[in-house]
C-alpha cells in the first residue's frame, strides 16, 4: 500500500519559517494537500493541489513541490500555529495521510 | 453555511458492528462532483481513511477494511451512514465525516468527531 513519510517533529521560534517536508514514491505525479489539526479539534485544510490556499487561511502557510518531496511552509510562524500537520494524496483509488509532523513554536 | 456532524454510539463491544451516521447541511451530495468520506484516527495517532461515497452512488474503501466496511446515503435525510462490523480494541478511535473539496482530492469541511471506545 502507499505511504507518505513525514518527521515527527518541527520546532521553531516565534517569527521564523517552518518548513514540514512530505515524500513519497512518486509523490510527483500526484496532487498533496495539508491539513492542520490542534489538539482537540477537527483537521482544516489548509493547502490543496501541492499549492492552493484555501480561502481563510492565512498567506504565511504555502505549499510547494520539488521532485516526489511537498513541503508546507509557514512564514512568520505564530504560537497559534502549533499543531499536527497531515499530508495527504490520493493513490489507487484510496486516500492516504502521512504519519503527521506536530510543530512546535518555542 | 456547510456543516457536518457525526453520531453514533460512543461504546460498543468487541465483534459488534458499529453504525455512524453523518448528517449534513448548506451542500447537495446529489450535485455532480460532490463526495462525503469517513476518516478516523486513533487516540495519538494519525488520520486514516475509511470509505468514501459520490454523487452518483459510486462508493470506495480502505483496502485493508473493504471487507468490514459499508457506506450508504439517504439523500433525502442528508444523512451518510457507515457500517463497520466485527469491532475490535484497535477500532477505538474519533471518527469524522468530511466534505470533499471542489475540484480536489481534499476534504476542505470536517465535522467534529465522534468518539467510539471498543470495550466489553
Known amino acids: 500500500s502507499y505511504e507518505l513519510t513525514q518527521p515527527p517533529s518541527v520546532s521553531v521560534s516565534p517569527g521564523q519559517t517552518a518548513n514540514i517536508i512530505c515524500s513519497g514514491d512518486?509523490?510527483?505525479?500526484?496532487?498533496c494537500s495539508w491539513y492542520q489539526q490542534k489538539a482537540g479539534q477537527s483537521p482544516v485544510l489548509v493547502i490543496y493541489?501541492?499549492?492552493e490556499r484555501p480561502s481563510g487561511i492565512p498567506e504565511r502557510f504555502s505549499g510547494s513541490f520539488s521532485g516526489n518531496t511537498a513541503t508546507l511552509t509557514i512564514s512568520g510562524t505564530q504560537t497559534m500555529d502549533e499543531a499536527d500537520y497531515y499530508c495527504q494524496t490520493w493513490d489507487s483509488r484510496t486516500y492516504v495521510f502521512g504519519p503527521g509532523t506536530k510543530v512546535t513554536v518555542l | 453555511q456547510v456543516t457536518l456532524k457525526e453520531s453514533g454510539p460512543a461504546l460498543v463491544k468487541p465483534k459488534e458492528t458499529l453504525t455512524l451516521t453523518c448528517t449534513f447541511s448548506g451542500f447537495t451530495l446529489t450535485s455532480s462532483g460532490m463526495r462525503v468520506a469517513w476518516i478516523r484516527q486513533p487516540p495519538g495517532k494519525a488520520l486514516e481513511w475509511l470509505a468514501r461515497?459520490?454523487?452518483?452512488?459510486?462508493?470506495f474503501y480502505n483496502s485493508s477494511l473493504r471487507t468490514r466496511l459499508a457506506i450508504s446515503t439517504d439523500t433525502s435525510r442528508k444523512q451518510v451512514v457507515l457500517t463497520m462490523t466485527n469491532m475490535d480494541p484497535v477500532d477505538t478511535a474519533t471518527y469524522f465525516c468530511a466534505r470533499r473539496h471542489w475540484g480536489s482530492d481534499s476534504f476542505d469541511i470536517w465535522g467534529q468527531g465522534t468518539t467510539v471506545t471498543v470495550s466489553s
Open positions: 461515497i459520490d454523487w452518483d452512488d459510486d462508493k
Open positions: 493541489q501541492n499549492t
Open positions: 512518486r509523490l510527483g505525479s500526484k496532487y
